[in-house]
């Protein structure tokens, strides 16, 4: 069925560099869109959030960019640091679905080398 | 702080238990849902709800029950017909459609 999911199962980055993940929906009825970081142990943490009436969203040093026409979504992040070292997912709210779940990509996970 | 407490943090399970795993959310959200995760995959939902005394089926519900008595509370709870119990359980709630969900830290269970 139609689903959320990633290019890259692992990235792995230097301390200082910029990180991209990207993320692949086939939803066009999603209208909301998240991503998540996944430490070890815990329950995934928000980061970012985008609608779909947006293309572009930035946060304290990570951006999401939306891309409809292709369904394509990315997580940026500037000078990435070992704490960013975790899994990430991407999430899709179906707009015609109400307050249902989200559906989950598979996660990517991201590695800061020192 | 508002959030949302998972426990036990870890649980084991015997043949033919059923054991139940409690999720308490302080948020007044109103829908509150159940993720399994298995190592090196993404999450998949085994039940939710969206308000008191409601409750939906997800996509692997099968060996799985809930209960929605309260506002706070979603228990889970693994019967003895779910025969791979072994993962990660996460549970999440939120306020609207287009808002975030906001996860526990979870409760892993494995079988003894």
């Known amino acids: 069925g139609e689903s959320v999911g990633l290019h890259l199962p692992t990235l792995s980055v230097q301390e200082g560099d910029n990180s991209i993940i990207n993320c692949a929906y086939s939803?066009?009825?999603?209208?909301?869109f998240i991503w998540y970081k996944q430490e070890s142990g815990k329950g995934p943490q928000f980061i970012i959030d985008?609608?779909?009436?947006?293309d572009k969203r930035q946060g304290q040093r990570v951006t999401v960019l939306l891309n409809k026409t292709v369904k394509h979504l990315s997580l940026q992040i500037a000078a990435t640091q070992p704490g960013d070292s975790a899994v990430y997912f991407c999430?899709?709210?179906?707009?015609?679905?109400?307050?249902?779940?989200?559906?989950f990509g598979s996660g990517t996970r991201l590695q800061v080398q020192p | 702080d508002g959030g949302i407490t998972q426990s036990p943090k870890y649980l084991f399970r015997k043949e033919g238990q059923n054991v139940t795993l409690s999720c308490e959310q302080n948020?007044?959200?109103?829908?509150m849902y159940w993720y399994r995760q298995d190592p090196g995959q993404g999450l998949r939902l085994i039940y939710y709800?969206?308000?008191?005394?409601?409750?939906q089926k997800g996509d692997i519900a099968e060996g799985y029950s809930v209960s929605r008595e309260k506002k706070e509370s979603f228990p889970l709870t693994v019967t003895s017909a779910q025969k791979n119990p072994t993962a990660f359980y996460l549970c999440?709630?939120?306020?609207?459609?287009?808002?975030?969900?906001?996860f526990g830290d979870g409760t892993r269970l494995s079988i003894l």
């Open positions: 948020l007044n959200h109103d829908a």
């Open positions: 709800s969206q308000i008191v005394n409601d409750f």
């Open positions: 999440a709630s939120r306020s609207a459609p287009r808002q975030p969900q906001h």
């Open positions: 939803n066009s009825a999603s209208d909301y």
């Open positions: 985008i609608r779909s009436n947006m």
């Open positions: 999430a899709e709210n179906r707009g015609d679905t109400g307050m249902r779940a989200l559906t």
